[in-house]
């Protein structure tokens, strides 16, 4: 009962970075949204397999559909955002593919069909990763990189988490094991950089160092699968944990982007 009150609140936090598609969006809540969609077509996936290894089902099933819901209603407000010809046809793109992704993923899950399911979620996130990027580099503030960087860790934990459960299931393809230690230690070099960085505050610091010691439980997990010892139920609460934290680490670096965004607009506007 009180993990799905935490899930629940978790949700709630994470549609604090959906907005109405009427609402002007900041830079900053664009890099922010935009790494959003790239964490969403991870968290399908993982739910997915979870749904269909009977991994927790009921709360599966939940984070399947408000992660569908929220990523469609993401999509339509930074469509409405896109300040560049380019960052609008890239969005389009994500739409194309996002639409045969949606269809499949609601359906019962099979294992048939489980391999296209995670090949269309890498596809998604691969154009979604590009639309982030553009944002990024279209807002030219250097503390954007940070809410990328932060935003990336949230995806990370959910491909972990999709990764894992594609082998638990007794699924491969070509390339899986190391796909799974790719994302492990980008995770880990990700989580170096961010804890380094200077302009930190003390609530980022102390959610950074909750994240180390999740972290470090969790790689004791990933580490069982090499030995063909599974444990997706302690996986699958690992990693929504990594992303919890990670969420609200992701908006404080957002916060620590719009100041450093607004203190250029004011030095613009003296000059």
Same mark, same amino acid.
């Given at each position: 009962?009180?993990?799905?009150?935490?899930?629940?609140?978790?949700?709630?936090?994470?549609?604090?970075?959906?907005?109405?598609?009427?609402?002007?969006?900041?830079?900053?809540?664009?890099?922010?949204? /935009?790494?959003?969609?790239?964490?969403?077509?991870?968290?399908?996936?993982? /739910?997915?397999?979870?749904?269909?290894?009977?991994?927790?089902?009921?709360?599966?099933?939940?984070?399947?559909?408000?992660?569908? @819901?929220?990523?469609?209603?993401?999509?339509?407000?930074?469509?409405?955002?896109?300040?560049?010809?380019?960052?609008?046809?890239?969005?389009?793109?994500?739409?194309?593919?996002?639409?045969?992704?949606?269809?499949?993923?609601?359906?019962?899950?099979?294992?048939?069909?489980?391999?296209?399911?995670?090949?269309? /979620?890498?596809?998604?996130?691969?154009?979604?990763?590009?639309?982030?990027?553009?944002?990024?580099?279209?807002?030219?503030?250097?503390?954007?990189?940070?809410?990328?960087? /932060?935003?990336?860790?949230?995806?990370?934990?959910?491909?972990?988490?999709?990764?894992?459960?594609?082998?638990?299931?007794?699924?491969?393809?070509?390339?899986?094991?190391?796909?799974?230690?790719?994302?492990?230690?980008?995770?880990?070099?990700?989580?170096?950089?961010?804890?380094?960085?200077?302009?930190?505050?003390?609530?980022?610091?102390?959610?950074?160092?909750?994240?180390?010691?999740?972290?470090?439980?969790?790689?004791?997990?990933? @580490?069982?699968?090499?030995?063909?010892?599974?444990?997706?139920?302690?996986?699958?609460?690992?990693?929504?944990?990594?992303?919890?934290?990670?969420?609200?680490?992701?908006?404080?670096?957002?916060?620590?982007?719009?100041?450093?965004?607004?203190?250029?607009?004011?030095?613009?506007?003296?000059?």
């Amino acid at each position: 009962m009180l993990y799905r009150l935490s899930t629940y609140f978790m949700l709630l936090c994470l549609c604090t970075v959906s907005l109405p598609t009427w609402a002007k969006i900041s830079d900053a809540e664009a890099v922010n949204m /935009s790494g959003l969609q790239r964490m969403l077509s991870q968290r399908i996936a993982k /739910s997915y397999l979870m749904i269909g290894q009977r991994v927790k089902v009921k709360d599966a099933q939940q984070q399947r559909d408000s992660s569908v @819901a929220l990523f469609e209603k993401n999509l339509s407000t930074l469509k409405e955002y896109a300040p560049t010809a380019d960052i609008s046809d890239n969005l389009k793109k994500v739409e194309s593919v996002w639409l045969g992704y949606k269809k499949r993923v609601l359906l019962s899950p099979s294992r048939d069909e489980a391999l296209t399911v995670i090949r269309q /979620s890498d596809e998604v996130l691969k154009l979604s990763e590009v639309v982030v990027k553009q944002i990024q580099d279209y807002s030219n503030v250097s503390a954007a990189r940070l809410v990328n960087i /932060s935003g990336r860790q949230r995806m990370l934990s959910q491909r972990i988490g999709k990764l894992y459960l594609t082998k638990s299931w007794g699924l491969s393809y070509d390339g899986l094991d190391q796909d799974l230690t790719t994302a492990i230690n980008d995770y880990e070099n990700a989580l170096q950089e961010l804890s380094s960085s200077q302009i930190n505050t003390p609530d980022i610091i102390e959610g950074l160092a909750q994240v180390k010691r999740i972290w470090t439980f969790s790689k004791a997990g990933f @580490a069982l699968s090499g030995e063909s010892l599974y444990v997706p139920t302690t996986i699958a609460n690992t990693t929504e944990n990594l992303l919890k934290h990670m969420q609200t680490i992701t908006k404080q670096y957002e916060v620590q982007m719009q100041v450093v965004d607004n203190n250029k607009n004011k030095s613009s506007n003296k000059s």
